[in-house]
């Protein structure tokens, strides 16, 4: 089964760009359905109120909880002093399995990493390029898994990419997935160096096309049973499934 790592749905309350405005799944979809990809996690768009846009994402996974995942968008300054209770709300009543934060925000907290801690979930957190934080939550907080996704840098960082093929190596709770990486040779050396069983393939739809994201993982010319860890049995083992 493919499964999708990494994907935005529902409104923005932002007008500064696709990110902050709108993330409909209808074309995201139809291009979903064509490539094979069978179940997807779905994150909110960039938000002035997560709680508000995690109540969003929850409607569209409860419409279709055999195809959706969720995991609870929190910012990490604005959202102080609470978030264990919006990833509450987000697990106990939503049902998501996983937690979900951004650099563009604010720098990830304790608190988040000791939320996810309480509540066993997944922390998928974008550093964009600031991938030195790797060593930080692996050394502090080595029984909470973090995804950092587009292997680092969604802005083609090759620098700060190569770095977190390092931390994948060398850190048990460390991973990454595969959206928007240009530079596909640094995600051969990923799963050359790290294994298959560090990386997790996501496509940041509905912005990227999944189909295309998808194909990156094939031409890595994986053994079958390493593709499919890439392909969903990674994402199925860190949220528990």
């Given at each position: 089964m493919i499964i999708d790592c990494h994907c935005h749905a529902g409104q923005g309350d932002g007008f500064s760009g696709p990110w902050d405005s709108d993330a409909g799944l209808e074309r995201y979809l139809a291009r979903a359905r064509r490539a094979g990809i069978a179940?997807?996690?779905?994150?909110?768009?960039?938000h002035s109120d997560y709680a508000q846009a995690n109540r969003s994402v929850a409607r569209i996974v409860a419409a279709d909880p055999g195809r959706f995942y969720g995991f609870a968008f929190v910012h990490a300054q604005r959202d102080r002093g609470r978030v264990r209770?919006?990833?509450?709300?987000?697990v106990e009543e939503y049902g998501f399995v996983g937690i979900k934060l951004h650099r563009h925000d604010a720098r990830i907290s304790r608190e988040v990493c000791e939320t996810a801690r309480f509540f066993r979930l997944p922390v998928?957190?974008?550093v964009t390029g600031e991938v030195a934080v790797a060593e930080l939550l692996a050394s502090q907080f080595p029984d909470v898994n973090f995804i950092l996704p587009h292997l680092g840098s969604f802005a083609d960082d090759w620098s700060a990419q190569l770095a977190l093929v390092d931390h994948l190596a060398r850190h048990r709770n460390i991973y990454a997935d595969s959206?928007?990486?240009?530079?596909?040779?640094?995600?051969?050396?990923?799963?050359?160096?790290a294994g298959a069983?560090?990386?997790?393939?996501g496509s940041d739809g509905p912005w990227l096309h999944p189909g295309v994201?998808?194909?990156k993982i094939g031409m890595l010319g994986l053994a079958p049973d390493d593709e499919a860890l890439v392909l969903g049995q990674n994402l199925l083992r860190l949220i528990g499934h």
């Open positions: 179940r997807t996690v779905l994150l909110a768009a960039f209770a919006l990833v509450r709300v987000a998928l957190y974008d959206a928007g990486v240009r530079r596909f040779d640094l995600l051969e050396m990923a799963v050359r160096r069983h560090k990386l997790l393939f994201e998808l194909a």
